[in-house]
């Protein structure tokens, strides 16, 4: 189900899960708490999502759309290729800060069954940035190795602040330290 698309009953579902997600966490929507405070019946709830997966994973989607992907500003073309992925960097990461119980929640459903929707949705955001790595003479299979690295440090990182284990201010400097080494390893 498209988030942009969604029909009324099944925006005040997702609104129901965002409100519960950010005042009490991601284990506390619970199917039951969600039909309770959608004011409908869990029956209905299926009607839209059959599982509490897939609530999760639109309801993720949704936040996203609405929060991350705001449509990014294409990076400066004529800036070096680390600081274009830094400015799409800052510009994805500056609402998790604050929402950390979101990108608890990011985490956890892009670690469930469907996941990989979210990493799908994600690489299409910075899209723009793979076309001026491109543009940069960097090759398809250099780029590739970038962006798997800097893909599990994202994670770690993201993961370490969702958990509290890491403050905000120190998560961009860690991933602008990643782009930057690996983008000085490849001579650029």
């Not at 970038?146 to 905000?168: F, P």
Request: glycine residues 4%; contains cysteine.
């Amino acid at each position: 189900m498209c988030p942009s698309r969604l029909d009324t009953k099944a925006d005040q579902i997702i609104e129901a899960v965002l409100e519960i997600i950010e005042h009490d966490g991601y284990d506390a929507a619970e199917l039951r708490r969600v039909a309770r405070e959608a004011h409908m019946s869990l029956s209905t709830i299926y009607n839209h999502f059959p599982s509490r997966d897939a609530l999760l994973l639109a309801t993720v989607q949704h936040w996203m759309d609405v929060h991350v992907y705001q449509p990014i500003p294409p990076p400066d073309p004529d800036a070096p290729i680390a600081d274009q992925f830094i400015e799409v960097l800052r510009h994805v990461f500056e609402p998790w800060r604050e929402h950390r119980r979101m990108l608890e929640a990011f985490i956890r459903v892009r670690e469930g069954p469907e996941g990989s929707q979210l990493q799908v949705q994600g690489f299409l955001a910075v899209q723009q940035v793979i076309h001026a790595a491109l543009d940069h003479g960097i090759e398809p299979d250099e780029f590739q190795d970038i962006m798997l690295v800097n893909g599990h440090v994202v994670h770690s990182v993201m993961l370490q602040y969702a958990q509290g284990r890491m403050d905000a201010d120190a998560v961009l400097p860690v991933l602008e330290t990643t782009i930057r080494r690996l983008v000085a390893s490849l001579g650029r």
